[in-house]
């Protein structure tokens, strides 16, 4: 595969290896990801990506079998070092999940939740604040701004995955790990939040796991493509769609067999 | 390559590659028999080399609608989206071929009634042949993804400008030997120039395959021919 490491990555994997009990998910992953960019990853079901996606911030923790090796490091700080608290991380690392999962709480609880347990901000005037933002950033103010006292949960799917986007960067996080965020949307709401994604770019590092190629297409600066647990290619997503090196990536992107 | 889990989709670009190939053996036998109904001075066959051109044009205009349709519907990527490129490009090339052996027939048709310049209508039809067996090999290249052959004929373009440059001489020395030969050698001239541009399309679809294959325009400069451009007159030239 082409090098493509890079002097100050926000992201740097080295010889990462996961398992699930006797399962190898992921082989020897090695790869760097820059800071304010999105960068994809495919691959078919089953090929590793989320499972890596989920090693950047540790959610693979909470799974007894799961035994994560290697190196991962965001800022050069290694994230698996012992003084590192997990859910500090969580707060720097934001996710959305594929299925939008607001909390049973007002919209404004939702967004307000993560601030609060991290002691972002020290008054109401201040939490008020934060909320807005993260609504504005997620796209969502204008809709929400008259009922913040409304169930979450009484959202439109797209308006729900926005609220949840709005939760994860309300803990001013610099990284975002998005996990087939739209497989649940329509084609309106999809658009939308790819248009946000394009947005929340300017401030953090975006990593998104899609099962749609044009997906990856269309809001991807960076793509990799991930085959049995291996890391296929990595590469400028232009390329990865025009010509890729490795026939396997063009297998899958052109959707063929083999 | 393999095959497309959609095995419609495999067929729809199987169908326009066929429309292609269909194409390319109807615009090979436009070249020759306008070359030949030249050389025999047979105007029925100059005629149905005309009346063959609609039939090239509207199969570009199926081709162009296909790789449309698929593009639309199929979100065509990489080696797929090249080889619509491709097509489109060839196409294209191949109706401006046809366009050029109509035109020869039509001079054709002109030509029957005036004398015949020695050796010229020979001349262009080993032109014509060469070009229609670039043409040949060109398709070839198409088919089997073949970017050695498609170098190949790429190369030989040379050939057919350094026959034209000769025929652009022959016919300046014909013209000067007696302005009656005027007309009949200036309607001549258009008719190998024509050749000569076939010649220059058929190098660029070739161009077209290798981009199809490695996904790259070949860099290298070939030779270039044709220097016609740069003839004053006949002392100078020699």
Not at chain 1, 209 to 218: E, F, I, K, L
Not at chain 1, 224 to 235: K, M, R, S, T, Y
Not at chain 2, 71 to 95: F, G, Q, W, Y
């Amino acid at each position: 595969m082409k090098d493509n490491t890079m002097t100050n990555p926000k992201i740097s994997a080295k010889g990462v290896q996961v398992h699930y009990g006797d399962t190898h998910a992921i082989k020897d992953v090695n790869v760097e990801i820059a800071d304010k960019t999105v960068t994809a990853f495919i691959g078919p079901s089953g090929c590793g990506k989320s499972t890596f996606l989920r090693c950047i911030n540790r959610m693979n923790d909470t799974i007894d079998i799961c035994r994560v090796t290697g190196d991962i490091r965001i800022d050069g700080e290694d994230i698996y070092d012992a003084k590192v608290d997990p859910v500090q991380l969580r707060a720097k690392v934001g996710m959305v999940f594929q299925k939008p999962n607001p909390f049973p709480k007002s919209i404004y609880d939702n967004v307000a939740y993560g601030p609060k347990i991290h002691g972002l901000a020290r008054n109401k005037a201040e939490l008020d604040e934060i909320v807005e933002k993260s609504l504005r950033k997620a796209a969502l103010w204008n809709e929400a701004k008259d009922r913040l006292q409304a169930p979450g949960t009484g959202l439109s799917g797209g308006q729900q995955q926005r609220l949840c986007i709005a939760r994860a960067i309300a803990t001013a996080p610099e990284i975002l790990l998005m996990d087939e965020p739209c497989s649940a949307l329509d084609p309106i709401a999809t658009a939308q939040v790819e248009e946000l994604i394009d947005e929340l770019q300017k401030s953090f590092s975006v990593v998104i796991v899609t099962h749609s190629m044009q997906q990856a297409a269309r809001v991807s600066q960076k793509t990799a493509f991930f085959h049995l647990g291996n890391l296929v290619e990595f590469d400028d997503t232009d390329k990865i769609f025009t010509n890729p090196e490795d026939p396997r990536t063009e297998s899958y992107i052109s959707g063929r067999i083999g | 390559m393999s095959q497309h889990i959609s095995s419609a989709y495999d067929r729809d670009l199987e169908h326009i590659q066929t429309l292609v190939m269909k194409m390319g053996g109807m615009v090979e036998a436009a070249i020759m028999s306008a070359a030949k109904s030249l050389e025999t001075r047979d105007t029925a066959l100059a005629e149905k080399v005309r009346a063959a051109d609609k039939q090239i044009d509207a199969i570009e205009l199926q081709i162009n609608e296909e790789a449309a349709r698929t593009i639309a519907l199929r979100a065509p990527v990489s080696k797929d989206l090249r080889a619509i490129l491709t097509v489109l490009r060839i196409a294209a090339s191949l109706e401006r071929i046809g366009d050029y052996a109509k035109n020869m027939a039509k001079r054709t048709g002109t030509l029957v009634d005036m004398p015949q310049i020695d050796g010229s209508d020979a001349a262009l039809r080993r032109m014509a042949r060469e070009v229609q067996a670039m043409l040949k090999d060109m398709l070839d290249a198409y088919l089997r993804r073949d970017v050695k052959l498609a170098e190949d004929v790429r190369q030989r373009d040379h050939e057919v400008d350094q026959m034209y440059n000769a025929l652009f001489r022959e016919f300046l020395t014909f013209m000067m030997e007696d302005p009656r030969n005027i007309t009949t050698c200036m309607h001549l001239h258009f008719m190998a120039k024509n050749v000569e541009r076939m010649g220059d399309l058929v190098t660029n679809m070739a161009e077209q395959v290798i981009y199809l294959v490695t996904g790259e325009m070949p860099e290298e400069a070939r030779q270039k021919g044709d220097k016609t451009s740069f003839i004053t007159d006949l002392d100078e030239s020699k």
